[in-house]
């Protein structure tokens, strides 16, 4: 049945095709727990794929995130159909430079129809929003500008409100028999 895939191994070569699809150099690295090594320019990725039959474990994070530091790349990929463990969830959340791809990241990526009929995940199971394990995005030097530039701006605003009300409150008020006269 298209979108059910009974290995891994199908999910990896439907992964592969994507990717070189959309530009990126795929290699077959020989590092345990890694299954791709993806390049395109100067970024490096690795994905690991997990089965897509049971919640990926906390060893399947542990071991890529020790590839990561080790290999010293510039992210990883953690394919997760199934969902992650709730220990594997708090292990991948620490590290900004991991995505996990779960179940709707992949519906995204390769099309609704691919893994629509995958299994729920297990009891005990976590599938996490594919937003929750992204993190925040790195502040750059474009995002500080802007917030300098809106910080004068709120300031140079409150100098202006400030110097019109203290110039009036030397003043003195208006005499009342002169406004009645007119």
Same mark, same amino acid.
Do not use: N
């Given at each position: 049945?298209?979108?059910?895939?009974?290995?891994?191994?199908?999910?990896?070569?439907?992964?592969?095709?994507?990717?070189?699809?959309?530009?990126?150099?795929?290699?077959?690295?020989?590092?345990?727990?890694?299954?791709?090594?993806?390049?395109?320019?100067?970024?490096?990725?690795?994905?690991?794929?997990?089965?897509?039959?049971?919640?990926?474990?906390?060893?399947?994070?542990?071991?890529?995130?020790?590839?990561?530091?080790?290999?010293? %790349?510039?992210?990883?990929?953690?394919?997760?159909?199934?969902?992650?463990?709730?220990?594997?969830? =708090?292990?991948?959340?620490? %590290?900004?430079?991991?995505?996990?791809?779960?179940? =709707?990241?992949?519906?995204?990526?390769?099309?609704?129809?691919?893994?629509?009929?995958?299994?729920?995940?297990?009891?005990?199971?976590?599938?996490?929003?594919?937003?929750?394990?992204?993190?925040?995005?790195?502040?750059?030097? $474009?995002?500080?500008?802007?917030?300098?530039?809106?910080?004068?701006?709120? %300031?140079?605003?409150?100098?202006? $409100?400030?110097?019109?009300?203290?110039?009036?409150?030397?003043?003195?008020?208006?005499?009342?028999?002169?406004?009645?006269?007119?």
């Amino acid at each position: 049945m298209r979108g059910t895939y009974e290995d891994r191994d199908a999910l990896l070569s439907r992964l592969i095709d994507h990717y070189r699809d959309v530009g990126w150099w795929i290699e077959r690295p020989a590092i345990a727990g890694v299954d791709l090594r993806l390049r395109r320019d100067a970024k490096v990725l690795l994905l690991a794929c997990a089965d897509p039959h049971a919640p990926a474990t906390r060893e399947t994070v542990d071991a890529l995130r020790r590839s990561l530091v080790e290999e010293a %790349v510039d992210g990883a990929l953690l394919v997760a159909p199934a969902g992650l463990e709730a220990v594997a969830l =708090d292990a991948a959340q620490g %590290v900004e430079a991991l995505r996990v791809l779960d179940r =709707d990241a992949l519906q995204g990526l390769l099309g609704d129809d691919t893994v629509l009929t995958l299994p729920v995940s297990a009891p005990g199971a976590i599938t996490p929003p594919a937003y929750a394990i992204q993190g925040r995005r790195r502040t750059t030097g $474009l995002d500080w500008l802007f917030r300098a530039i809106a910080v004068l701006c709120a %300031v140079g605003f409150l100098l202006v $409100l400030l110097s019109r009300t203290s110039g009036t409150a030397d003043e003195p008020p208006p005499d009342p028999v002169s406004a009645s006269k007119r």
